[in-house]
């Protein structure tokens, strides 16, 4: 049973050890990463069994969490804000 991380800025989720049924163990920087669109998939890196699920943040949520010194929020918002400038998203 893969495990839901729905706040992509909870700390310490990349760094939690998760045991796998086959009897690998270890954290996310080990598996096996496969990006989504709203989601990044962890999976055990020795039989592929899915471990992590990690919603992506929304604007709000990186905005919220820069607001409270996230550091990696506040880089993200920069790069999300120098996209935005380039590139306007359409007035609908
Ligand atoms: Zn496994």
């Known amino acids: 049973m ?3 991380v729905s706040d992509y800025f909870t700390a310490g989720w990349r760094e939690r050890a ?3 049924p086959c009897g690998w163990h270890g ?3 080990a598996m096996a990463m496969e ?5 990044t998939d962890y999976a055990c890196p020795a039989c592929g069994n899915l471990l ?3 919603s992506h943040p929304s ?3 990186v905005r919220a969490a820069a607001t409270a010194g996230n550091e990696e929020a506040m880089a993200q918002l920069a790069i999300i804000e ?3 400038a380039r590139f306007p998203p359409d007035a609908a």
């Open 35 to 39: 990006l989504h669109d709203a989601v």
């Open 2 to 4: 893969a495990e839901l």
């Open 82 to 84: 120098e996209a935005r």
């Open 18 to 20: 998760l045991a796998c």
């Open 59 to 61: 604007l709000d949520q």
């Open 52 to 54: 992590l699920i990690v």
């Open 27 to 29: 954290d996310s920087r």
